[in-house]
Nanobody, 123 residues
Framework: QVQLQESGGGSVQSGGSLKLSCAAS?????MAWFRQVPGKEREGVAA???????TYGDSVKGRFIISQDNAKNTLYLQMNSLKPEDTAMYFC????????????????????WGQGTQVTVSS
């Protein structure tokens, strides 16, 4: 089974940038980034589907960029203009294909998950 491993998290001041990476041990298709803070639901941040179409959550549009290096089986999340409310554990997720009526931000659409990487943004 394909495994996912995130890296690149850390602490940064408000307005700063970070780039997260998610290395997959095998071929992947539809991939996404989620984030979660204690006591809240896991939130979809961005996704890259089977047709290489990108989608973003409203809270990160214009600030985050999702991309993929197919040769390296690696997914990236470039995070710019970071805000304290972006503080969370960030997870990489993957699935061969979303269900016909599935939504990219529905965590239950994905069957592969990484362990997460912490991002902390201070004001």
């Amino acid at each position: 089974q394909v495994q996912l491993q995130e890296s690149g998290g850390g602490s940064v001041q408000s307005g700063g940038s970070l780039k997260l990476s998610c290395a997959a041990s095998g071929d992947t298709r539809c991939m996404a980034w989620f984030r979660q803070v204690p006591g809240k639901e896991r939130e979809g941040v961005a996704a890259l589907d089977n047709d290489d179409i990108t989608t973003y959550g409203d809270s990160v549009k214009g600030r985050f960029i999702i991309s993929q290096d197919n040769a390296k089986n690696t997914l990236y999340l470039q995070m710019n203009s970071l805000k304290p409310e972006d503080t969370a554990m960030y997870f990489c997720a993957a699935v061969k294909r979303l269900t016909p009526t599935g939504h990219w931000a529905d965590r239950y659409e994905y069957n592969l998950w990484g362990q997460g990487t912490q991002v902390t943004v201070s004001s």
